[in-house]
């Protein structure tokens, strides 16, 4: 049953691999050294230090290749969310802080220099990083555009960037993985230990209504997102809002839409008249 699962999450990844060039033979190191890596900090018994025989035991590599593999690095680990969160942060502030909106309450209009500019709003939500780098981005994803008056002007509320680009390779890594994480969590805790994870779906719904769903889905999820946003700028220390309390977590929530096209073999409308 794991093995039939797997399968079907390999498949829309094995499909982005190939499109990119990346071979079954290019994947096998990659995939054998975090199955050591895991192994080695997940799964050592209690008080004892993990050995090499009991990584290969685990994971029938043998030890020396379990040697030679412990000396490569961990490519999951030189992928940092840091550009993607900086750029995101930046949207966000510029949706909530009062500083930056309009009289109506709307993302306002910036110049690029100024005590009220672009500038400024990047320096208080996303820290010590170049504007221009943060400009040049959020145009290049369609995110902001520039007036005739030379300013900035928000045109997206939220960032994803453009197809093709390494960052939006990054996300494939990062939202699958929190995926299955919430997945594994919960098939190990139940009740109120348990993460949120619901998804509602239909499989036989006419093409015609897929337009009208796209921009549903789109809207309600936006602003749950957005109020989520809200709440979590509050109490998060890199805002820079004062956020007290001991630890640190990660926490967010992930809306997708659910989309696949089967053969037809339902009577359209057409041909039932």
Same mark, same amino acid.
């Given at each position: 049953?794991?093995?039939?699962? $797997?399968?079907? +999450?390999? /498949?829309p990844? @094995?499909?982005? =691999?190939?499109?990119h060039? &990346?071979?079954a033979?290019?994947?096998n !190191?990659?995939v054998?050294?975090?199955?050591?890596?895991?192994?080695?900090?997940?799964?050592q018994?209690?008080g004892?230090?993990?050995t090499?025989?009991?990584?290969?035991? $685990?994971?029938? +590599?043998? /030890?020396?290749? @379990?040697?030679? =593999?412990?000396?490569?690095? &961990?490519?999951?680990?030189?992928?940092? !969310?840091e550009?993607?969160?900086?750029?995101?942060?930046?949207?966000?502030?510029?949706l909530?802080?009062?500083?930056?909106?309009?009289s109506?309450?709307?993302?306002?209009? $910036?110049?690029?220099?100024?005590?009220?500019?672009?500038?400024? =709003?990047?320096?208080?939500?996303?820290?010590?990083?170049?504007?221009?780098?943060?400009a040049?981005?959020?145009q290049?994803?369609?995110?902001?555009?520039?007036?005739?008056h030379?300013?900035?002007?928000?045109?997206?509320?939220?960032?994803?960037?453009?197809?093709?680009?390494?960052e939006?390779?990054?996300?494939?890594?990062?939202?699958?993985?929190?995926?299955?994480?919430?997945?594994?969590h919960?098939?190990?805790h139940?009740?109120?230990?348990a993460?949120y994870?619901?998804?509602v779906?239909?499989?036989?719904i006419?093409?015609?209504?897929?337009?009208?769903?796209?921009?549903?889905?789109?809207?309600?999820?936006?602003?749950?997102?957005?109020h989520?946003?809200?709440?979590?700028a509050?109490r998060?220390?890199?805002?820079?809002?004062?956020?007290?309390?001991s630890?640190?977590?990660?926490l967010?929530?992930?809306?997708?839409?659910?989309?696949?096209?089967?053969?037809?073999?339902?009577?359209t409308?057409e041909?039932?008249s």
């Amino acid at each position: 049953m794991l093995l039939q699962a $797997l399968a079907r +999450i390999l /498949r829309p990844v @094995v499909r982005v =691999l190939l499109r990119h060039g &990346i071979t079954a033979d290019a994947c096998n !190191d990659v995939v054998r050294r975090v199955y050591v890596d895991v192994a080695e900090r997940e799964f050592q018994i209690s008080g004892r230090k993990q050995t090499t025989a009991r990584i290969s035991l $685990l994971t029938s +590599i043998n /030890r020396k290749e @379990v040697a030679r =593999l412990k000396k490569l690095p &961990i490519v999951e680990r030189q992928l940092l !969310d840091e550009h993607h969160n900086r750029a995101a942060r930046v949207i966000s502030g510029w949706l909530r802080d009062a500083t930056f909106l309009d009289s109506k309450g709307d993302p306002d209009t $910036l110049p690029m220099e100024g005590e009220r500019s672009f500038t400024e =709003l990047v320096k208080r939500h996303s820290g010590d990083v170049p504007p221009r780098a943060i400009a040049d981005e959020l145009q290049h994803v369609g995110a902001i555009e520039y007036t005739a008056h030379d300013e900035l002007r928000l045109s997206a509320r939220g960032y994803v960037p453009e197809s093709g680009d390494a960052e939006k390779l990054q996300i494939l890594g990062t939202d699958v993985r929190d995926l299955i994480e919430t997945i594994d969590h919960n098939l190990t805790h139940a009740g109120a230990q348990a993460r949120y994870q619901r998804k509602v779906q239909y499989d036989n719904i006419p093409v015609r209504h897929l337009d009208a769903f796209r921009h549903l889905s789109a809207r309600l999820g936006q602003g749950v997102l957005e109020h989520l946003n809200e709440w979590l700028a509050e109490r998060d220390r890199d805002a820079g809002n004062g956020s007290d309390g001991s630890g640190r977590v990660r926490l967010g929530l992930g809306i997708y839409q659910i989309e696949e096209t089967y053969a037809d073999t339902a009577p359209t409308d057409e041909s039932k008249s």
